[in-house]
Structure formats: structure tokens, C-alpha cells
Nanobody, 124 residues
Framework: VQLVESGGGFVQPGGSLRLSCAASGFSFDDHTIGWFRQAPGKEREIVTAISGSGSNLYYGDFVKGRFTISRDDAKNTVYLQMSSLKPEDTAVYYC??????????????????WGQGTQVTVSS
């Protein structure tokens, strides 16, 4: 099982980045995928998640209207399009996967599998 994030980097406030999470080794379309982030000195928090079917989405209040999650099951990849980035978005971003369960709220998903993370730095 492998989740590999990419696309992180350095961007100025107001800028955009697109993160990718490439998955392998498990049944991708049966799994909910979430993006999480951890800033220095803070706990890891969920940013957004998408169900296996793609029909259910969750966004943290702090990213609504700025970030968009999507998935391409043909490529076993989930994307996080981030716009209007702020310095407080600076963190290591991780993707995580958990088998989709209809009764499981996306906001409280606890991944079975994790990627290694990609650094996003927003600074002028």
C-alpha cells in the first residue's frame, strides 16, 4: 500500500497550488480519501475529504470556498486545488485513506493508510 503526495512548495499569499495524492496497493474506488495538515506545534487536522463514490465531500470551515478536492479513479489519484492561500495555510499536507463506510462522517475519518506528506509554505 502506498500513498504518495506531490505538488507542495513555496507560494506567496493569494497564490495557488495543486497537490496530488497517488495511491496504489488497495482498492482505490472503495476508499474515502482525506487531506490533512499539520503546522509546527499544532495537531494534525482534517482539511477535506471525498468519499469513494465521489458523491460526498467535506471541507473544513477554514478552507471553504478556497480549496477543492477531486478524484480521478482511472489514475488512482486525488487532487487538492488550493487557491487564495494564506500564511496560516502553511503546513505539511498529508493524504490518508480509509475504506468508505456509509455511516462514517467524513469529518471524523481516521485513515488506515497515510502518505509521507508534502510541505506547503505560504509567505511573502
Amino acid at each position: 500500500v502506498q500513498l504518495v503526495e506531490s505538488g507542495g512548495g513555496f507560494v506567496q499569499p493569494g497564490g495557488s497550488l495543486r497537490l496530488s495524492c497517488a495511491a496504489s496497493g488497495f482498492s482505490f474506488d472503495d476508499h474515502t480519501i482525506g487531506w490533512f495538515r499539520q503546522a509546527p506545534g499544532k495537531e494534525r487536522e482534517i482539511v477535506t475529504a471525498i468519499s469513494g463514490s465521489g458523491s460526498n465531500l467535506y471541507y473544513g470551515d477554514f478552507v471553504k470556498g478556497r480549496f477543492t478536492i477531486s478524484r480521478d479513479d482511472a489514475k488512482n489519484t486525488v487532487y487538492l486545488q488550493m487557491s487564495s492561500l494564506k500564511p496560516e495555510d502553511t503546513a505539511v499536507y498529508y493524504c490518508g485513506a480509509h475504506i468508505s463506510i456509509a455511516s462514517m462522517p467524513l469529518a471524523t475519518m481516521t485513515p488506515t493508510y497515510w502518505g509521507q506528506g508534502t510541505q506547503v509554505t505560504v509567505s511573502s
